[in-house]
């Protein structure tokens, strides 16, 4: 069974009340951290759960030293999906507003335990939910606690200090998942500092989607990532974005794609930008 699969609006809609399986509603709004909660709460798919970037699905932010969003402790993050219902053979769905990238911070974690079977992201998210004229619920889910146990996966991660000993390497192919204008430094919204990491290559990923949000067919995507990769070994790719989120939208686009799971910087740029010795690169 491939690790990244899409399930449609219609196809959700039809196993939704499927005895095991879990739903996960990961909306998030850099700039409003409540609207995921105040969202949920105002209607969600019926059984789903809300799962929360910042307080589920993040660890606790050391200034000047993590990223945005590190990385949850593995014990804090197998308590929550225990408490979601998450046993080891359970169907997984996860949805967010529509483009996916909170959805694949979840897809990507759940990798990283070891959960890489019945997983999916709900292709084109809720906007994709609503034009299929589905209806939402203001329901709380019905819940049995699960079992899942999971055990980290370190050769999915990669820490800065190593990152920067790979940088001069001709194998690495580094990605930054940001737009172009905060990959070349000419804007920086979030950050202190703009810029990227040096040797990286933009691969913003929003075009892993179509005009209609949904992610492009395998062949295009599989066509993208090799333009980026050239002759290099997909096994020597690295990702990472501002803060280790929309980096795991690369991931999940390129095991879509056909290729093996990549590395995550998953402190990414905040993180990078930390370190005053650590380069930085402006433009193309």
């Not at 970037?53 to 945005?68: A, I, N, P």
């Not at 809720?126 to 980290?152: E, M, N, Q, V, Y």
């Not at 790719?237 to 093996?260: E, K, R």
Request: charged share 20%.
């Amino acid at each position: 069974m491939p690790i990244a699969q899409l399930i449609s609006p219609q196809a959700l809609d039809l196993k939704k009340d499927q005895p095991g399986l879990v739903i996960l509603d990961c909306r998030f709004a850099l700039e409003d951290p409540d609207y995921g909660q105040r969202s949920y709460a105002e209607g969600h798919i019926a059984g789903s759960s809300f799962a929360d970037l910042e307080r589920d699905l993040s660890g606790k932010v050391v200034k000047g030293v993590t990223g945005r969003h590190p990385l949850p402790e593995p014990g804090d993050l197998i308590e929550r999906l225990q408490a979601w219902g998450i046993n080891a053979d359970s169907e997984v769905v996860l949805y967010d507003d529509g483009p996916g990238a909170f959805a694949a911070r979840a897809w990507w974690l759940l990798a990283w335990l070891g959960k890489r079977n019945g997983v999916f992201i709900l292709d084109g998210g809720l906007k994709a939910w609503h034009a299929a004229g589905l209806p939402l619920s203001l329901d709380a889910p019905s819940i049995t606690r699960g079992s899942f146990t999971g055990k980290p996966d370190d050769s999915l991660l990669l820490s800065a200090e190593r990152l920067q000993k790979r940088l001069a390497k001709p194998e690495l192919t580094l990605l930054d998942a940001r737009a172009l204008p905060r990959f070349k430094g000419e804007v920086e919204p979030i950050d202190p500092v703009a810029g990227h990491i040096p040797g990286a290559q933009c691969a913003a990923f929003t075009d892993n989607l179509g005009s209609d949000g949904r992610f492009l067919p395998a062949d295009q995507l599989k066509q993208r990532f090799a333009a980026k990769l050239g002759v290099r070994s997909p096994n020597d790719l690295v990702a990472y974005c501002g803060s280790g989120v929309t980096a795991c939208h690369n991931l999940f686009a390129l095991c879509l794609a056909g290729y093996p799971l990549g590395a995550l910087y998953a402190g990414s740029w905040s993180e990078w930008i930390n370190d005053p010795s650590r380069a930085i690169a402006t433009g193309e």
